[in-house]
Nanobody, 127 residues
Framework: QVQLVESGGGLVQAGGSLRLSCAAS????????MGWFRQAPGKEREFVAS????????YYADSVKGRFTISRDNAKNTVNLQMNSLKPEDTAVYYC????????????????????WGQGTQVTVSS
C-alpha cells in the first residue's frame, strides 16, 4: 500500500503559475504509474496528466497540454505538476493517484485504474 499527500495548492490570478507536489510513502514508488486528476464543483473527476514508472512517458489531457508539466523523482518518492498560464477553468481540487502493476512504459488516464489516491489540494484561479 502507498500513502499519498498533495501540497502546493492555493489562490492565483489567471496567467499565473503553481507547482503541486505529491509525496508518497509505503511501497516502492517506482512500481507505480502516477497521475493527477482534478474535480471542479458540480463536475466529475477528470484526468489531467500521467507519468510512467520511469518517467519516460508522459500523457496529458488536451485541456492542459502545453501549459502543465508532470514530473517525478523516484529517489525522493515525489511526483510534481507544474502548472503555467493558469485559467479560471483550471479551478478544482487536484488529486494525486498511484496505479500499481503496469509495465515501465505505460501510462494510465482512467481513474478506475488507479489504486491509491491522495486527499486533494485546492487550486483556485481568479479572473
Amino acid at each position: 500500500q502507498v500513502q499519498l499527500v498533495e501540497s502546493g495548492g492555493g489562490l492565483v490570478q489567471a496567467g499565473g503559475s503553481l507547482r503541486l507536489s505529491c509525496a508518497a510513502s509505503g511501497r516502492t514508488f517506482s512500481n507505480y504509474v502516477m497521475g493527477w486528476f482534478r474535480q471542479a464543483p458540480g463536475k466529475e473527476r477528470e484526468f489531467v496528466a500521467s507519468i510512467s514508472r520511469n518517467g519516460g512517458r508522459l500523457y496529458y489531457a488536451d485541456s492542459v497540454k502545453g501549459r502543465f508539466t508532470i514530473s517525478r523523482d523516484n529517489a525522493k518518492n515525489t511526483v510534481n505538476l507544474q502548472m503555467n498560464s493558469l485559467k479560471p477553468e483550471d479551478t478544482a481540487v487536484y488529486y494525486c493517484a498511484a496505479d500499481q502493476g503496469r509495465g515501465y512504459g505505460t501510462i494510465s488516464y482512467l481513474s478506475s485504474e488507479y489504486d491509491y489516491w491522495g486527499q486533494g489540494t485546492q487550486v483556485t484561479v481568479s479572473s
